[in-house]
């Protein structure tokens, strides 16, 4: 009967969902991590985070064996229970924009600080209304330079942009230039006439 039962577990696990043979002895966890945005960050000028769904694998007793990686569709498909619990939680909140990490207008305590009032990026920092901030020291000074860091890194945005169109622009012009610069007309005669 033994057998028949690890027979029966294997063609279980097997026909699961896509699960494979030792899936059951992994520990996963899905969890939100931000992860960098090169295209945003070039549009905007600063470094932009979205939050992504990760997973991380790790075999039990193994500490050399951890993966920890954006989730996949096959994750999904692979740790159903395990993604459905994660998709239940409510507390999960979206962060996009810099991450008060990244920007060097803070310190490590201030950062800690506004974390403890769910500000995690200058965006949420410059907009965060002074009724909810008002109680901590330097805090609006911070607002104030979250505000300016922004409008700043928006403008240097628009004047890179401004700048790679118009190099375009010249460099167009000067294929066109030779064609568009041909003298009509006769030919000069020369000077030996």
Known sequence: MALHEAEHGLTDMAMNNGRFHGDESLLVRFFKYPRHSQ???ELEGRPIYLDTDYIEIMQ???KDSII???ATD???RRFP???RKYQAREDQEEIEGTLLEDWPAVTRSQVEE???LNIRTVEQLATAADVNIQNLMGVGVLKNKAAKYLETAKDEAIAEKFAALEAKYEALLAEKEPETH???G???KDAEE
């Open 39 to 41: 295209t945003r960050s």
């Open 60 to 62: 039990p007793g193994n």
């Open 68 to 70: 920890k990686r954006p």
């Open 74 to 76: 096959m994750d999904k």
């Open 81 to 83: 229970e395990h993604y």
């Open 114 to 116: 506004l974390k403890y």
């Open 182 to 184: 041909k003298k009509r």
């Open 186 to 188: 006769r030919p000069k």
